[in-house]
């Protein structure tokens, strides 16, 4: 019974760690969903969505934005888990562009990068491709 309670003890510090990395790769791939999420939603409805990355408090939270007529257009939260904000753990930083990243009805996106940071970790890069609107994580 001693053996395993030093077998555990010796052994915290790494499962912390594997913990820590998947935070930081499940909110990479969550940002990645939100995108494709936005970039489909646009093309299916011919509506624009319009993401916006706070870094402090680090959060994003994505709307629908209705631009139809002569009207300004009038932003509402896009439907699902995005619309409402997602909070990104505090251990990690949110490295985004000032500009919300627009999700056009023909496929298209504005280009963007966001970086993940977290410490003793790689930073994870989410980048954007403007003319598919595809995102994509590299380290």
């Known amino acids: 019974m001693a053996l395993l ?58 709307y629908r934005m209705d631009v139809s007529g002569d009207a300004p257009a009038v932003l509402e939260p896009a439907p699902g888990r995005w619309g409402g904000g997602r909070a990104v753990a505090p251990d990690i930083e949110l490295q985004a562009p000032s500009d919300p990243i627009l999700f056009f009805p023909n496929g298209t996106a504005t280009a963007a990068t966001v970086v993940l940071k977290e410490d003793g970790f790689p930073p994870l890069s989410i980048k954007l491709s403007g003319t598919l609107g595809y995102a994509t994580i590299a380290r």
């Open 5 to 62: 309670g030093v077998l555990m003890a010796l052994a915290w510090p790494e499962f912390r760690s594997l913990r820590k990395n998947y935070l930081l790769e499940t909110t990479a791939r969550d940002l990645v969903d939100c995108m494709a999420f936005a970039r489909a939603s646009a093309v299916g409805e011919r509506a624009w969505y319009k993401l916006v990355l706070k870094p402090s408090p680090a959060l994003y939270t994505l």
